[in-house]
């Protein structure tokens, strides 16, 4: 009999958190590998989390930081008040000139943090490499030539073990180019990974246009593999109770109010920002109940503080997970986040405001009802919903988005099982 396989996971953030636990969950459910879990930030920035919660409750599992026993005292003890003042400030949505000046002061603080942890010795790797002994590396979409990860990926590259990329998300656009900015910097690093030897041995595509973006940026044809998302599967979807333990959003709406979620992307992927407080504008006067939350990623809302004092609109934070807002939401509005494919999932009215950004998305494409070309479609759409009350796409439209986005073509296939069966082949 063959001794169990053991794998790393090295996270960053909660989506990264999103989007493994499903499969560390299926793994440890089934009794499939030996799993070890990493952090490449200070675990402060990632709790409160219930899926952390629940991978300890369910399986003794619990995340380490990967610097945790690197660094003098004094510098634990100032990246401590540091990550203390960071979460403080995160809590508020600050006016533009003070949100900037405190990004700037945390931004030099945190490369102060790496510079001093890069001068440490690299013995905390080896420590980590010996205790687990991995015989797979994975991280998310990441960088495996940066610190934290160099270190962990040069000694994968010495004991011949792959490092795998796994999503961290489900890229929603349909453009190869997102942003406004030139990718040929990506380009050139995927390049210089590649003449270095340090790049991906696997990087792992949600689907078949996610593919098509990998390459364009330079990943190699034969490194890529398309294996769908684990993280809006059914599967995982109706497991999600108990990792939320039968958790609600608690958030009174007055007078039959119809509950708008507003899930907001980051202007760096041509974002407008007049149309965005438009909608948000627009929202708040087809109803008294407007909540939003930003990317998890630290999108910053300074661009509608005044709105969201004027119309009292309720901000929600990271450590309420988006599942939830879904579950409590009469709609949801999504134009470049993936917590639109769970809207779907679960039958929900969807919004997708093209005007208020330039990028196509599959929303749209899979979606065309759910489509606002402009400011007075939206809250057309919007008043539909609030008397229909019921989902604006069809069910062929909507298995169409789940089949090529979630499941690579085959609604009855287990994606869990997929990574699974890609990881015990390629560890061999």
Request: net charge positive; with cysteine.
């Amino acid at each position: 009999m063959k001794p169990q396989k053991k794998y790393l996971f090295v996270v960053r953030a909660y989506n990264d958190i999103d989007h493994f636990t499903p499969l560390i969950d299926y793994l440890l459910r089934n009794n499939l590998a030996q799993v070890y879990f990493f952090s490449s930030v200070h675990l402060r920035y990632l709790f409160p989390n219930e899926n952390l919660v629940y991978l300890e409750k369910t399986y003794g599992l619990k995340p380490m930081y990967l610097l945790e026993n690197t660094g003098m005292a004094w510098l634990k003890w100032l990246e401590n008040i540091n990550i203390q003042i960071s979460l403080f400030m995160g809590g508020f949505v600050l006016p533009l000139k003070i949100q900037i000046l405190t990004n700037k002061i945390l931004g030099i603080s945190y490369r102060f943090f790496q510079k001093k942890y890069k001068q440490q010795k690299y013995t905390w790797a080896d420590e980590i490499w010996n205790m687990t002994e991995p015989d797979l590396l994975i991280y998310d979409w990441v960088s495996p030539d940066k610190f934290p990860y160099l270190p962990m990926t040069l000694l994968a590259k010495r004991n011949k073990i792959p490092v795998v990329s796994i999503p961290h998300g489900v890229n929603v656009f349909l453009d190869t180019d997102i942003t406004y900015k030139s990718q040929d910097h990506v380009k050139k690093a995927e390049k210089n990974r590649k003449e270095q030897g340090l790049n991906f041995d696997w990087e792992v595509a949600h689907s078949e246009s996610n593919a098509d973006h990998m390459i364009k940026r330079g990943v190699e044809k034969d490194r890529l593999v398309v294996l769908g998302s684990a993280r809006f599967e059914d599967l995982w979807m109706k497991n999600q109770n108990a990792v939320f333990n039968h958790q609600k959003f608690k958030h009174q709406a007055k007078n039959n109010a119809l509950k708008i979620v507003i899930f907001p992307n980051k202007l760096l992927y041509k974002g407008k920002i007049p149309e965005i407080r438009d909608l948000v504008i627009a929202s708040c006067k087809v109803s008294k109940c407007v909540v939003i939350k930003p990317h998890t990623r630290g999108m910053k809302l300074d661009f509608l503080r005044d709105l969201i004092i004027k119309y009292d609109i309720k901000v929600i934070k990271n450590n309420t997970p988006s599942s939830l807002l879904v579950d409590w939401c009469d709609v949801g509005v999504v134009w470049g986040s993936s917590i639109g494919i769970q809207l779907v999932g679960k039958n929900k009215p969807l919004i997708s405001p093209q005007f208020v950004h330039d990028n196509a998305t599959f929303f749209s494409k899979y979606l065309p009802k759910s489509q606002a070309l402009d400011l007075e479609n939206y809250s057309q759409l919007l008043n539909q919903i609030k008397i229909d009350k019921a989902s604006n796409y069809s069910d062929e439209e909507r298995l169409g988005l789940l089949e090529e986005q979630v499941y690579d073509g085959d609604v009855t296939s287990c994606v869990a099982k997929k990574y699974v069966d890609f990881f015990n082949k390629i560890s061999d």
